[in-house]
């Protein structure tokens, strides 16, 4: 009985939905609401960075969960995913990493799940059921 719960195929292809699944509508959100960027851009260039890497966070949260829902080179989308949620927590988070809220959770821990699930999915990679183009 236990033995059918043993489908590492099965585990990376729930990792990869969530992890990707969760992360794409901030991306889509970003991508049609134009000021986001703007914001992310503004914020940048407060750390002495340049705005148009804003357009970077289109990479990690648009096409890079959905290289990893599809399954093609889900470890290059998870780690643009990792480097974007590294990006995210440095720019707009940096007060909050030993912060706990009320309930006793941690301040970022959707920034964490996020993280730490795309570094898991780049040393995990895909699985079989993933897109394989001929």
């Known amino acids: 009985m236990l033995h059918a ?3 590492d ?3 990376k292809l729930i990792l990869r939905l969530t ?3 969760l992360l794409l509508p901030h991306g889509l959100t970003k991508l049609l609401n134009p000021g986001n960027l703007t914001w992310i851009g503004n914020t940048l260039a407060g750390q002495g ?3 148009v890497l804003a357009y970077g966070v289109l990479v990690g949260e648009v096409v890079a969960p959905l290289m990893a829902l599809i399954g093609w080179r889900s470890r290059v ?3 643009l995913m990792a480097a974007n ?3 995210a927590i440095f720019l707009v988070h ?3 990493l030993t912060a706990f809220k009320d309930n006793g959770g941690w301040a970022l821990e959707l920034q964490g799940f996020f993280l730490f699930g ?3 999915l780049v040393f995990l990679g895909s699985g079989r059921m993933a897109w394989r183009p001929d």
Do not use: K
């Open 85 to 87: 949620m590294v990006v």
């Open 77 to 79: 989308g998870a780690l």
């Open 49 to 51: 960075l340049p705005t």
């Open 9 to 11: 195929a099965l585990g």
């Open 118 to 120: 795309a570094v898991a």
């Open 94 to 96: 940096m007060g909050e």
């Open 19 to 21: 992890v990707a699944g």
């Open 5 to 7: 719960l043993h489908n």
